[in-house]
């Protein structure tokens, strides 16, 4: 019976084995790109704002839209940002409301630890664009928790070297912003007591 009705119909294997494979959706930024875990993969600028499929495997990020491929990535790496030129807009015209000079204006207003946090977002990337983000988040908390919470929490977040959206949140979150900062211990200069037990510096040349 093989003989006579499977073999007949039998058709070649598949030239890839196959391959476990997610899905998800996604929705890039104003700068242009979607995250998935812990890195960030670009996108055509012109679907800035669009719902997209992502076909995620162990060694690839694949992103549709409306069932046709736009963008493909290797899925691990050892930048946080996978950025395709092609992606980037000419001059970045799409994105002419938005501009390092104006996130810098704007958290200017709200004090000087705040402006110093956000230029390092805008400075630490490949691209200014790719801080977008994390400005957007970092600024959008003076809505939520007031511009002097958010002054004191880029404060603090600078005094630890840790100017970053995740610090600055993590302060605000927990409140320790509305702490005071603890100031590094100052050398005594106090002379030492005369005493026969007291060994001076010329003791050890």
Partial sequence: MFEQLDRPALK????????????????????????IGERFYSVPHSLVGERLDVRLTASSVEVLHRGKRVAVHARHGSERFSTEEAHMPK??????????????????????ATLAVVTHQLSDRPH?????????????????????????????????AS????????ILQQGLDQQPLERPATVDDTPLPAHANVRGARYYH
Avoid: N, T
């Fill in 12 to 35: 070649a294997l598949p030239a890839q084995p196959y391959e476990y494979a997610e899905w998800r959706h996604a929705k890039p930024g104003i700068d242009y790109h979607i995250q």
């Fill in 91 to 112: 001059r970045h015209r799409a994105h002419r409301q938005w501009s390092p000079g104006r996130f810098q204006d704007w958290a200017r207003a709200i004090g000087p």
């Fill in 128 to 160: 200014p664009e790719h801080g977008y983000r994390a400005c957007l988040g970092l600024l959008s908390h003076a809505r939520g928790y007031g511009k002097a919470r958010l002054e004191a929490a880029c404060a603090r977040a600078l005094a630890i």
């Fill in 163 to 170: 100017p970053s959206y995740r610090s600055v949140s993590s």
